[in-house]
């Protein structure tokens, strides 16, 4: 493999393990994960399934309807130059400074869409995330992924790359071993999109997992607010959703780009 793709290379997975290995929180370990599976029980299952099924509609709301209206909040056309301008400099001088400028525009699409993230908190209902307004929270996190693909050069229009961004949330949500085996099948669907390798991709319930996966994130994250000292652990919930989504997603689509590049390195060598 060529050193600069070497160099570029080592550091994404020094990155990705870093965000499946995180340093333990010393408050979370102390005053949150004693009590964690009995907060998980005490959630009504009533509830649970409302906020889920409520994700899962939202989705396909989203899916049918919304790229239209998500796509009017950045420039497509602009973010796909730019990768086609950024790739081609890549494809004539093969340097660290023009691979690292594939970045920037997702670095600035992550602070807004992050702080966007944390008005639109301080405006949901009692349990953090109204129910009308579930599509609006999907919407900005599916335009965080969006914005981050077009940065690497990947679209986002057909079932199967729509199968991969929810798998890539799910796994940027989850933690321990089970983050591990979903980053797994990330990499690999990865692959198998890159490879155009036939794939199959039951889009109804990848949705429903990772409606699953927000809802449980979200209702643990409120219950933990009634837990004298770490009230203010779940009052940022969404702001660390979307944080979350978009380190996880950057590591992804650039570990994706670095190993085509490294493919079509060696065949050229």
Same mark, same amino acid.
């Given at each position: 493999?060529?050193?600069?793709?070497?160099?570029?290379? %080592?550091?994404?997975?020094?990155?990705?393990?870093?965000?499946?290995?995180? %340093?333990?929180?010393?408050?979370?370990?102390? $005053?949150?994960?004693?009590?964690?599976? $009995?907060?998980?029980?005490?959630?009504?299952?009533?509830?649970?399934?409302?906020?889920?099924?409520?994700?899962?509609?939202?989705?396909?709301?989203?899916?049918e309807?919304?790229n239209?209206?998500?796509?009017?909040?950045?420039?497509?056309?602009?973010?796909?130059?730019?990768?086609?301008?950024?790739n081609?400099?890549?494809?004539?001088?093969?340097?660290?400074?023009?691979?690292?400028?594939?970045?920037?525009?997702?670095?600035?699409?992550?602070?807004?869409?992050?702080?966007?993230?944390?008005?639109?908190?301080?405006?949901?209902?009692?349990?953090? !995330?109204?129910?009308?307004? !579930?599509?609006?929270? !999907?919407?900005?996190?599916?335009?965080?992924?969006?914005?981050?693909?077009?940065?690497?050069?990947?679209?986002?229009?057909?079932?199967?790359?729509?199968?991969?961004?929810?798998?890539?949330?799910?796994s940027?949500?989850?933690?321990?071993?089970?983050?591990?085996t979903?980053?797994?099948?990330?990499?690999?669907?990865?692959?198998?999109?890159?490879?155009?390798?036939?794939?199959?991709?039951?889009?109804?319930?990848?949705?429903?997992?990772?409606?699953?996966?927000?809802?449980?994130?979200?209702?643990?994250? $409120?219950?933990?607010?009634?837990?004298?000292?770490?009230?203010?652990?779940?009052?940022?919930?969404?702001?660390?959703?979307?944080q979350?989504?978009?380190?996880?997603?950057?590591?992804?689509?650039?570990?994706?780009?670095?190993?085509? $590049?490294?493919? !079509?390195?060696?065949?050229?060598?």
């Amino acid at each position: 493999m060529n050193q600069v793709l070497l160099k570029q290379m %080592k550091s994404i997975e020094l990155q990705e393990e870093k965000f499946l290995n995180p %340093k333990e929180n010393l408050l979370f370990k102390e $005053k949150v994960a004693p009590v964690l599976d $009995k907060i998980q029980d005490k959630i009504p299952e009533k509830l649970a399934s409302t906020l889920e099924t409520a994700f899962f509609k939202g989705f396909q709301l989203v899916f049918e309807k919304g790229n239209t209206y998500i796509e009017k909040t950045y420039n497509k056309e602009q973010k796909l130059l730019d990768y086609d301008v950024n790739n081609y400099a890549i494809d004539k001088k093969l340097c660290n400074r023009f691979i690292n400028k594939l970045d920037r525009s997702s670095l600035y699409s992550n602070a807004i869409n992050s702080s966007v993230s944390i008005v639109e908190g301080g405006l949901l209902g009692m349990l953090g !995330i109204g129910l009308p307004d !579930i599509p609006l929270f !999907i919407a900005l996190i599916m335009k965080t992924v969006y914005e981050v693909s077009l940065s690497y050069g990947h679209d986002y229009e057909t079932d199967e790359t729509k199968g991969y961004i929810l798998l890539l949330i799910r796994s940027a949500l989850a933690k321990g071993d089970l983050q591990k085996t979903l980053n797994e099948q990330t990499d690999k669907l990865g692959y198998q999109l890159d490879h155009k390798e036939a794939i199959t991709v039951d889009l109804d319930e990848e949705m429903q997992l990772t409606s699953k996966a927000l809802s449980d994130t979200l209702l643990t994250a $409120k219950f933990i607010q009634g837990i004298p000292v770490v009230g203010a652990v779940g009052g940022l919930i969404n702001y660390n959703i979307v944080q979350k989504v978009s380190q996880y997603s950057k590591i992804k689509f650039k570990k994706r780009y670095l190993l085509k $590049k490294s493919e !079509i390195s060696t065949d050229v060598m």
